[in-house]
């Protein structure tokens, strides 16, 4: 992800990525029982050059937590899989209408819109295939009720409504400060799916109540520092290393931390965001220094991240 991790943390990331993309590499290998065209943009969708940092997220939580790394795999897959389809039904024309993502065509200029809607169903189902094949099965009601939650209409989705409803002035659910409001988009849109990767690590490797919380805390926290250092890309990033169009929220006058509050107070409260992560993190009993510092590096990454 970046060179300022230690050589030990970065060695381990990098195997983690490897074993996550020959995970979904594997997922979605249907020899002829999926329409090829299908299988071909589910797969170029999928397997683009992403962060990863889901399901690398649900790993780390995991090890933390005393997992083993192959149990928690069809759930690392599955956060990867909401995701890309996440990303694929926002890139529509009906949505952001956006031509590039991860530095490729978005799905629907490679193929066509009607096959990137089809690669957004299919990924979302794919995704609760992978969780059913968790193991020992009584996680897998568990594990199925919380990404259900964290992708659905009060979280994930909802927070697209939000956004796509304030964008095309279709009116906002409850009067709030435009700051409220940006944060509620932000915490459903983004932090819902980053807070439930860290926590379905921790439930796969049988953490306690009060550490899938802590998760959770350090998920949320790093949700928002994450969407603050998003928008903060939007305005001073740039799109080749971003992989993106650029500078779209001054284009379409979106709520933003750097349009809200200014570049210099949104690097304030990204810090400020970053140390709770942190704090919430520092209370996790753990004896695995690797996941945990493998944590804490991706918190302080988000201060300096350039993509
Ligand atoms: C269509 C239900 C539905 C939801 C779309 C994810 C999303 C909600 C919209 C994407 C728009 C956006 C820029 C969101 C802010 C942060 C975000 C989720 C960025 C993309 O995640 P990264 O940077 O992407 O982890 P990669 O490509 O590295 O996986």
Known sequence: MNSTFSPSVQDY????????????????????RC????????RYTLLSPGKRLRPLLTLFANELCGGNRMEAMPAACAVEMIHAYSLVH?????????????????????????????????????????????TPPDLVGRCCAVLAEASG??????????????????????????????????????????????????IVAGASPENVQLLGEFGRNFGLAFQITDDLLDYLGDEELVGKRLHKDAEKKKLSYPTLLGIEESQRQ??????????????????????????AAHAQYLLVRRK
Do not use: N, Y
Request: proline share 3%; net charge negative; with cysteine.
């Open 90 to 134: 926002d890139d529509l024309p009906a949505m952001d209408d956006d031509d590039f993502r991860r530095g490729r065509l978005t799905c629907h200029k490679k193929f066509d819109e009607a096959t990137a809607i089809l690669v957004g169903d299919a990924l979302q189902s794919l995704a609760f295939e992978m969780i059913g094949r968790l």
């Open 270 to 295: 990204a810090k400020e965001t970053v140390d709770k992560a942190c704090a919430a993190l520092d209370q996790i009993p753990t004896e695995h220094r690797t996941a945990f510092e493998a944590l």
């Open 35 to 42: 329409p090829k065209r299908l299988e071909e943009a589910i």
């Open 153 to 202: 209409p009060c979280w994930l989705v909802g927070g697209q409504m939000d956004d796509v409803a304030t964008e095309k002035g279709f009116g906002f659910s409850r009067t709030a400060t435009p700051r409220e409001l940006m944060e509620m988009i932000h915490r459903r849109k983004t932090g819902a799916m980053i807070d439930v990767s860290l926590r379905l690590g921790g």
């Open 13 to 32: 990331v990098d195997r983690l990525f490897r074993e996550i993309d020959i995970a979904l590499d594997a997922a979605t290998t249907f020899d002829g």
